[in-house]
Nanobody, 118 residues
Framework: VQLVESGGGLVQPGGSLRLSCAAS????????MSWYRQAPGKERVLVAI????????KYADSVKGRFTISRDNAKNTVYLQMGSLKPEDTAVYYC????????????WGQGTQVTVSS
């Protein structure tokens, strides 16, 4: 099983980034996918989650209206489009794969660093 995130980097406040997470080694379409983030000295927290087919999504209040999660089951990939980025969005972003809505991820990626700074 592998989850490989990409797309992180340094961006100025107000900018945008798109994160990708490529999955392999399991049946991607049977897993709820999510994005979490962990800032220095803080716990890992849920940012966004998407159901098996992409029909439903949920976001942390802190990112509503700025971030969009999506998935392409044909490509075994989940995305996080981030806009209007703020310094407080700086964190390591992880994708996770869960067997059902409300369950903790069984599989995790290695994380990708997002730094929002001028």
């Amino acid at each position: 099983v592998q989850l490989v995130e990409s797309g992180g980097g340094l961006v100025q406040p107000g900018g945008s980034l798109r994160l990708s997470c490529a999955a392999s080694g399991f049946t991607f379409s049977r897993y709820v996918m999510s994005w979490y983030r962990q800032a220095p000295g803080k716990e890992r927290v849920l940012v966004a989650i998407i159901t098996f087919t992409g029909g439903s999504t949920k976001y942390a209040d802190s990112v509503k209206g700025r971030f969009t999660i999506s998935r392409d089951n044909a490509k075994n990939t989940v995305y996080l489009q981030m806009g209007s980025l703020k310094p407080e969005d700086t964190a390591v972003y992880y994708c996770g794969a869960s067997g059902g809505w409300g369950k903790s991820p069984e599989y995790w990626g290695q994380g990708t660093q997002v730094t929002v700074s001028s």
